[in-house]
C-alpha cells in the first residue's frame, strides 16, 4: 500500500504492507537506501520512476487465461494464497475458507470476459482481497507479476503496455466478478 500523505516525504520507505498475522510492516526503499548510502548506480531506480510519488502504484497479475491485468495497489487490502481445498463451489457461487470466514470469490478478468480455473489439489492460489461498504471479496489469479508505477491514473478497462505486455486495467469491485467455474 502507498504511504500516507504524511509520510510519503520519508525516502526511506516506499510503502507499507499488511503481514499475514495482521501488523503493518513498512518496505524499504532500495534505491533511495543506496542513494542515502553513496552507492554508485543508485539513481537509476529514480530514473525509472519507481520513486516517483506522485505516481500511481499498480499490481500486475497473470490472469487464468493467460492473459495480464493491472490493479491499482491502493485498492488492494492484502493478497493470500489459498489451497484448492480452501475454494467449495454452491448454487453457481465459490466462497472460500478464508481466516475463519466465508470469502465470496471469483477469477479476475476484464470486463466482458469469462475465466476458467482449473484447481490443481496441490497448489497454492493467490487471492487478491479488497473491502467493500464493510464486506471483503476476493479475485483469484493465476500469478502476481509485478509492481509498477505510472504517472497518470489509469481508468478502468483501460488497456496500457506494461513491462512489454498489452495489460487491462481491471477496477477491484463486487460487480466485476466474473462466473467461477472449477
Known amino acids: 500500500k502507498p504511504l500516507s500523505e504524511r509520510l510519503r516525504g520519508l525516502e526511506l520507505f516506499a510503502g507499507a504492507t499488511l503481514l499475514g498475522d495482521g501488523r503493518v510492516s513498512l518496505i524499504l526503499d532500495v534505491p533511495a537506501l543506496a542513494r542515502r548510502a553513496g552507492i554508485q548506480g543508485a539513481e537509476e531506480g529514480q530514473a525509472a520512476g519507481r520513486n516517483d510519488a506522485s505516481g500511481h502504484s499498480l499490481l500486475l497479475v497473470e490472469l487464468c487465461g493467460g492473459g495480464r491485468a493491472a490493479v491499482p495497489l491502493d485498492r488492494i487490502g492484502r ?5 484448492a481445498g480452501a475454494f467449495e463451489h454452491r448454487a453457481g457461487q465459490t466462497a472460500a475458507r478464508w481466516h475463519g470466514q466465508v470469502l465470496p470469490v ?27 461498504a464493510g464486506k471483503h471479496f476476493g479475485w483469484v489469479v493465476d500469478a502476481i507479476a509485478d ?4 504517472h497518470s491514473a ?15 486495467v481491471v477496477e477491484l469491485t463486487p460487480a466485476c466478478t466474473t462466473q467461477f467455474v472449477v
Open 106 to 132: 471469483a477469477p479476475l478478468a476484464p470486463a466482458g470476459e469469462t475465466c476458467v480455473v482449473p484447481l490443481e489439489a496441490d497448489r497454492l492460489y493467490p487471492v487478491i482481497v479488497a473491502e467493500t
Open 147 to 150: 509492481v509498477v508505477e505510472i
Open 154 to 168: 489509469p481508468a478502468p478497462g483501460e488497456r496500457l503496455l506494461l513491462a512489454d505486455r498489452i495489460t487491462d
Open 79 to 83: 493478497i493470500d494464497e489459498l489451497p
